[in-house]
C-alpha cells in the first residue's frame, strides 16, 4: 500500500489563549487534491505550517505525529532536526496568504523567481519564464531588475505564486491563492495550477475560504473546526448560501464639501520610469464609500500608498479635511499625520510583532487624543470588529492572517482619522468573517468616509460608487 503524501494523528498545537489544534487528523494520498476550509482562526495556517515543521512562536507544539512525503517532521510531539527539515522543504514548496512575506524585500524579482529551483540555469530561466506569462507578467529587464516594493499587492501575489510553482514541487500547499487578485488573474492562476499538478502528478493542499476555488482545484474538501477536522466531502458538494450585499443607498451628491479631493494626481513606486496613475481625479464625500478597482497591476495600491504619504506624490493636488497636503509626507504638518487612516493590503507589515495588541492600540488612541482626535474607543474598537477573547495580551504572530485584518481595522478606528484608505481588506477573510467586517465597515463610514480598494464584488456592492483604473 502506498504512503499517503500527508499523515496527521492527533496533532495538538496550543497558546496561552487556548487550544489552536486540538487532536488533528489528516491523511492525503499522494497525488491527491484536497481544499482546507474554515473560518479565519480555526487552525488552518496554523495546520500547514506544521506539515513543513514550523510552529510560530508563541505556539507550543504539544502531542502528535506528522509524516509528509516519507519524512518524520513531527514524532510523538517532537520536531525533526533541522536537517531533516531542510531536506523536506526542497521537495515542498508553500504559498503564504501574505504576499510580502514570502519576498524577500532585498532581494530582486528575477532572482526571487529562480534562487529555490533544482534545475540547471538554462531550465531554471524557462520555467521562470512561463510562470511569470501565464500570470501576465513581463519578463524583460526592466521588470525582473524590481524589488518586491515596486510592485502592486497583486502583482507581488502572482510572483509568489509563480515563484513556488516555477520550483515543481512534489507537494503543493497554497494558504488563500486568490486573495487580493482581480477575476482574470484568479482564472489564469487557477488554471496554472492545475495544468502543473496534471504535468507532475503532484499533491496538493489548497487552504481556502473561497468555495469556488475549493470545487475547481481539489477533489476532496475537509473543513477545520475549533482545531478539528471534519470529514472529507467531494469538493462539488461544497455549497455557501448566497449573501446579497447591501446595495448602494443612492445618496444624491449635491453640494456636499469633499473629504478628499484629488485632482490630476500623478503617482508611481520611486525610481520608476513610467508612473501607473497619471492625471486621475476622484472625490470623496462625507459619510461616503467609494471603490476603486481595475486589474492588478493598475494603480489601485499606488494611489494607496501616495495618498498616505508612502510614496512622495509625482504631480497633482491633494485635499482632506480642507487641507492640502505636500508631494512629501517630511513637508506635511504635525494636524495633518492623523487625518488618513490606512489599512493596507497586508496588515503584517504595519504592526510592530514586538508589540501586545492592546500596547497597539492604546498608544493609537493616546496619539489621537494628543493631536485633538475623535476616535472610537479602544473597547468598543476591538468589540466592533470582533476580536478574540484576551487579545489585549496576545502578539501579531499569535492571529490568523483575518484577524490581523481586523486589529489593523481596529486600529484605524480609534486614531480619529478623516478619511480611511482600505486595501483589500477582505482579500483573506473567509465569507463569513467578510460579510462581518462589511457590516462593521457600513457603521462606520456613517462618521468617517472611506476609499476602498477591492476586488471583491461584495464588498464593491456596498459601497456607494465604483471608480475603475485603466478602463
Not at 125 to 140: K, S
Not at 363 to 391: N, Q, Y
Amino acid at each position: 500500500m502506498t504512503e499517503p503524501a500527508v499523515q496527521v494523528d492527533d496533532l495538538r498545537i496550543r497558546s496561552a489563549a487556548g487550544t489552536i489544534l486540538d487532536g488533528t487528523a489528516l491523511a492525503v494520498d499522494r497525488g491527491e487534491r484536497v481544499g482546507l476550509v474554515g473560518e479565519s482562526g480555526s487552525g488552518k495556517s496554523t495546520l500547514s505550517l506544521a506539515l513543513l515543521g514550523s510552529v510560530a512562536p508563541g505556539l507550543e507544539l504539544a502531542a502528535g505525529n506528522v509524516t509528509v512525503l516519507g519524512v518524520p517532521v513531527v514524532a510523538d510531539g517532537r520536531l525533526a532536526s533541522p536537517g531533516t527539515l531542510r531536506g523536506l522543504r526542497r521537495r515542498v514548496a508553500r504559498l503564504d496568504q501574505d504576499p510580502a512575506g514570502a519576498l524577500t524585500p532585498t532581494c530582486r524579482i528575477g532572482y526571487l523567481m529562480t534562487e529555490l529551483s533544482q534545475e540547471s540555469s538554462g531550465d531554471a530561466q524557462r520555467l521562470r519564464d512561463e510562470a511569470l506569462e501565464v500570470f501576465g507578467l513581463p519578463t524583460t529587464r526592466d521588470f525582473l531588475n524590481r524589488f518586491p516594493a515596486e510592485l502592486s499587492g497583486g502583482q507581488r501575489r502572482r510572483v509568489a505564486l509563480a515563484r513556488a510553482l516555477a520550483r515543481r514541487p512534489e507537494l503543493l500547499v497554497l494558504d488563500e491563492p486568490t486573495a487580493g487578485l482581480d477575476p482574470s488573474a484568479v482564472d489564469a492562476a487557477l488554471g496554472l495550477v492545475e495544468r502543473l499538478m496534471t504535468e507532475l502528478d503532484a499533491t496538493l493542499l489548497v487552504i481556502t475560504h473561497d468555495p469556488a476555488v475549493a470545487a475547481r482545484l481539489t477533489s476532496r474538501v475537509v473543513e477545520m473546526r475549533y482545531g478539528r477536522l471534519t470529514n472529507g466531502v467531494p469538493a462539488r458538494e461544497v455549497v455557501t448560501a448566497d449573501r446579497p450585499g447591501a446595495s448602494r443607498d443612492g445618496r444624491t451628491r449635491g453640494d456636499a464639501e469633499p473629504v478628499l479631493c484629488m485632482r490630476s494626481l500623478t503617482a508611481g513606486a520611486p525610481g520608476l520610469a513610467d508612473p501607473p496613475v497619471t492625471g486621475l481625479d476622484l472625490d470623496v464625500l462625507e459619510g461616503e464609500a467609494v471603490a476603486l478597482t481595475g486589474p492588478s497591476g493598475s494603480g489601485k495600491s499606488t494611489v494607496a500608498r501616495t495618498l498616505v504619504g508612502l510614496w512622495p506624490r509625482r504631480d497633482g493636488e491633494v485635499t482632506v479635511a480642507g487641507m492640502a497636503l505636500p508631494a512629501k509626507l517630511d513637508d506635511w504638518p504635525r494636524s495633518a499625520r492623523g487625518t488618513i487612516g490606512w489599512v493596507p493590503q497586508d496588515p503584517a507589515t504595519s504592526v510592530n510583532p514586538a508589540w501586545s495588541l492592546g500596547r497597539s492600540l492604546a498608544r493609537a488612541r493616546t496619539r489621537a487624543v494628543r493631536l485633538g482626535g475623535a476616535g472610537t474607543g479602544v473597547k468598543e474598537a476591538a468589540e466592533l470588529v470582533g476580536l478574540p477573547p484576551g487579545w489585549e495580551t496576545r502578539r501579531p504572530r499569535q492571529l490568523s492572517g483575518g484577524q490581523l485584518q481586523r486589529f489593523a481595522i481596529a486600529r484605524v478606528l480609534v486614531s480619529g482619522a478623516r478619511l480611511l484608505v482600505l486595501d483589500e481588506v477582505t482579500s483573506s477573510l473567509d465569507a463569513t468573517t467578510r460579510d462581518a467586517i462589511c457590516e462593521v465597515l457600513a457603521e462606520v463610514r456613517k462618521r468617517i468616509p472611506m476609499l476602498v480598494i477591492t476586488h471583491d464584488p461584495a464588498v464593491i456592492a456596498r459601497c456607494d460608487r465604483e471608480i475603475r483604473l485603466n478602463d
